[in-house]
């Protein structure tokens, strides 16, 4: 029954989708052997041949594994799939193998390792082309999962994993002198900072001859510990590496032949257009866990802010408009250099990257506040390393007032996307200058400072707390937010996304200030939610990668359509009923093993968002079954008299 089921979803589904990629159905054949494979029979060979070419076998360039509509992400029918496509693919000769669902799910797998192959810089999940599928079988090995097409994408000349190899190497040197853990952090990130100096100086030489840079270093009787004491003098002479002063720290243990082993084994990088984030990858290696609590604050994981930047700047194609784009609490500057990276690749896309667009980017798009002088530091370093865009990083904290010399003030950019500090402020803002609440929380007042920095129009993406959306003491914040913004989406993040930094449940919203003569009126169009269970990495503080669990490749291949349709709730209600089901889900059956329940994602009426339930905006309380605990001010009370009691005969001992 099983296989007469799959037989009917690729008649139904599958084919019809392969054409949608222009692959005919002259170039297929289906549930059949070739000469290679033997017995084992493929669901669909796909040839650059048509079927009455007398070489059609001899062209083929992939496989699919076809299993039945039902058929979910990881579930053993998935597993099957891909166990019986390595084989398949292997007898043929491909590199790689398709498995789908034949409706709406795809992946490519590399047939040598079974990773996830990524085309252009993103993960495959739809049906490609024929010119498509003969660039991912000439490119696909045993050592490559990525492929180019129309764009060319700048890969990371340091990979991520072989810089951990390498801080693993540089550690023993570091123990050898009694260096151990949160000791290793700064002369790591002080190295460096002297390599990238070193890069931009052979590109463009501007300092001094008196001064060696990196290539330099050692070539004089091999003193590293004399070039780099020497080197350090750069900051307080050169102006344009001024900032990177509080980051360089050397340890007075280190002596020269440990200088120069570091040395040595960070000479064959290139961090200029390095694709990871540095000192993410420094501080998991050796920071301890109050350390790593302390760079929780300011350190949002790449993924995250990755995705965050691609969906808020999706629309943005045309580089001749004004574009201001900020982060008002900017930390290591994540966001800002994903959005750099973003809008580059938009602009490359569609052929209008050009010295003078290059210039833009690097003076006139970027604004990045925060009021710690290291974070500032680190974020302009993130911005060298990845390209350029520092120009306009300040030393400001985003709730003391406006600053109009460093353009910081209401009404002023187009895009605003930041994870600003969550807890209680103690900060030196005047709580009377502020409008939604009374509340001396970080989360509440950088909320109301973005959209009071955000254009008429002009769009929000920002990460908030659980309390923001449910607490009913902050039901009115909420109200007054649903008056000047229109939320489009908000995203549920798991508690381990930004793990082992913190464990906070955290939130995305996803807003467009309302135009000036709409604000005051209460929001009408749906809220879009999803929730992410998974986010590609283990829900722990191990946060290695997951082959099964991503919820955010679903999520990036919805936000855009249900973003769109939200906003015809007024225009074309028809049209929305007609489609909304396309972007709400229950969770699946794999999902239910995993003890998941309820829906993955929906659109929330606001009609749903109401006086009876304080305004609630928490994905979990619309999507899953969430309760609302009460409690009266008497039980309360009494709850309080209890705990103080037991608390009073611990402390005296009276048990």
Not at 182 to 193: E, G, K, L, R, Y
Not at 341 to 351: A, E, I, S, T
Not at 565 to 584: C, I, Q
Not at 636 to 654: A, I, N, Q, S, T
Request: net charge neutral; proline share 2%.
């Amino acid at each position: 029954m099983a296989k007469k089921e799959e037989t009917n979803d690729v008649i139904q589904y599958l084919i019809p989708n392969l054409e949608k990629a222009d692959v005919p159905k002259e170039n297929c054949k289906f549930d059949t052997t070739t000469d290679k494979s033997g017995r084992l029979r493929g669901d669909g060979w796909i040839s650059r041949k048509k079927q009455k070419d007398t070489d059609f076998w001899e062209n083929i360039i992939g496989l699919v594994e076809a299993k039945h509509r039902k058929c979910v992400l990881g579930d053993m029918d998935w597993r099957d799939a891909m166990m019986q496509g390595k084989k398949k693919a292997e007898k043929q000769g491909l590199n790689y193998y398709i498995v789908t669902n034949c409706i709406d799910m795809f992946r490519f797998y590399n047939r040598f390792t079974d990773d996830n192959i990524y085309l252009d810089g993103r993960l495959l999940t739809r049906p490609q082309s024929l010119e498509v599928l003969e660039k991912i079988q000439t490119q696909v090995n045993k050592d490559n999962s990525s492929v180019t097409h129309k764009t060319t994408i700048v890969m990371t000349t340091v990979p991520e994993s072989k810089f951990k190899k390498s801080l693993k190497k540089i550690e023993h040197v570091y123990r050898s002198c009694a260096i151990v853990d949160d000791a290793c952090i700064d002369p790591t990130v002080s190295f460096v900072i002297f390599k990238y100096i070193g890069e931009e100086e052979k590109i463009k030489r501007t300092l001094p001859t008196r001064f060696k840079i990196w290539d330099e270093y050692g070539k004089n009787k091999e003193d590293f510990i004399g070039d780099f004491k020497l080197a350090q003098s750069i900051f307080d002479e050169v102006k344009e590496y001024a900032d990177f002063k509080t980051l360089v720290g050397f340890s007075e243990k280190l002596e020269n032949e440990h200088y120069k082993q570091i040395y040595e084994e960070l000479d064959s990088y290139h961090f200029h257009g390095c694709n990871f984030d540095i000192f993410g990858s420094v501080y998991e290696e050796y920071a301890s866990d109050t350390m790593k609590r302390d760079f929780g604050k300011f350190y949002t994981r790449r993924h995250i802010t990755g995705m965050v930047a691609r969906l808020l700047l999706r629309n943005e194609i045309n580089p001749y408009t004004e574009l201001k784009i900020c982060d008002p609490a900017c930390g290591t500057g994540g966001f800002l250099t994903e959005a750099y990276k973003v809008l580059r690749q938009n602009y490359k896309d569609h052929n209008k990257l050009n010295d003078k667009v290059e210039e833009k980017l690097t003076r006139n798009t970027f604004w990045g506040f925060d009021n710690d002088d290291k974070s500032v530091a680190r974020t302009k370093l993130n911005m060298f390393l990845v390209g350029d865009g520092h120009v306009h990083i300040y030393l400001n904290d985003s709730l003391v007032g406006w600053n109009p010399n460093k353009q910081w003030e209401e009404n002023q950019f187009n895009y605003i996307l930041t994870n600003p500090p969550i807890g209680d402020y103690k900060g030196k803002a005047d709580i009377k200058n502020f409008d939604f609440t009374n509340n001396k929380r970080y989360e509440l007042l950088f909320l109301e400072k973005v959209i009071k920095a955000t254009k008429y129009g002009g769009e929000i993406a920002i990460v908030t707390s659980d309390g923001t959306l449910e607490a009913p003491t902050h039901e009115n914040f909420r109200k007054k937010v649903l008056e000047r913004c229109n939320i489009n989406a908000i995203v549920s993040l798991t508690k381990f996304a930004f793990a082992p930094y913190t464990k906070e449940k955290t939130y995305i919203l996803f807003m467009q200030k309302k135009q000036k003569d709409d604000i005051g009126s209460f929001q009408e169009t749906p809220i879009w939610h999803y929730i992410v269970d998974y986010d590609g990495f283990a829900n722990s503080d191990k946060r290695y990668k997951t082959k099964w669990h991503n919820d955010l490749v679903e999520l990036e291949d919805l936000f855009v359509g249900a973003v769109t349709l939200g906003k015809r709730y007024k225009t074309n209600r028809e049209d929305f009923d007609k489609n909304r089901s396309k972007f709400e889900r229950k969770v699946n059956h794999k999902e239910k093993e995993e003890e998941l329940e309820g829906m993955k994602c929906k659109f929330v009426e606001m009609k749903e968002v109401n006086e009876e339930n304080f305004h609630y905006l928490l994905s979990e309380f619309h999507l899953r079954n969430y309760e609302i605990k009460t409690i009266s001010l008497e039980e309360f009370d009494k709850k309080l008299m209890g705990y103080k009691k037991r608390l009073r005969e611990v402390v005296l001992g009276d048990f």
